[in-house]
């Protein structure tokens, strides 16, 4: 049930994506990225199949910066916050934030650019009782940990400088940390 309301926050960003897109001029083709250039992607994105300690799948917001070093092979650093895997719980507030190192390849397609990620970082588990009477009731989950994360998405190009982009990522930490899957969508621009 929290996986559906988690997607139901984002119906607007999806809408306003799919509008943009339709409004965009047909490409022929999907290029490639550039050798040697720098985008930045702002995303919103929400994480599912939360694994346990962490009770509920939350919202957040990110952004990658991406290094393309040839036309198939970029270096990408991201951040991702999300805001509080605790749900509704009142008396705890529990966010998870990643900072990791990616190497990202893009094949070569018609239309649209899919590439597939894999990256090393770092997660940390941001754990805070609110109410100090029911400190009792909870162990501090609070953690910075090791975690790997792989996975893939596409890129559709609206114009030579803007882009369209969705992610699938599977982030595994080593520990208390959670462990989850993140799917986001977010607007690729490259810095000239």
Known sequence: MRDVLCLR???????????????????????LPEPRTWTVTPFLHTSLG????????SIGLGVAVSYD??????????????????????NIDWSVTT????????????????????GLGLERSGFDVKNPDTLA???DLS??????????GVKYAINDRWHVR???RRFQANDVAPDYWRLYGGLTFKVR
């Open 99 to 118: 900072f990791s190192a990616n190497a990202v390849y893009h094949f070569d397609t018609q239309y649209v650019t899919p590439y597939a990620t894999f």
């Open 166 to 168: 969705a992610d699938l």
């Open 9 to 31: 926050a984002f119906r607007p960003v999806l809408a306003t994506i799919a509008v943009f897109c339709l409004g965009a001029a047909p490409a022929a083709a999907q290029t």
């Open 50 to 57: 939360m694994s346990d300690p962490a009770p509920e799948n």
């Open 69 to 90: 070093w040839t036309t198939t092979l970029a270096f990408e650093g991201d951040i991702g916050h999300l805001v509080d895997v605790a749900g509704d719980d009142a």
């Open 143 to 152: 953690a910075t940990e090791f975690v790997v994360n792989f996975g893939g």
């Open 137 to 139: 009731l909870y162990q």
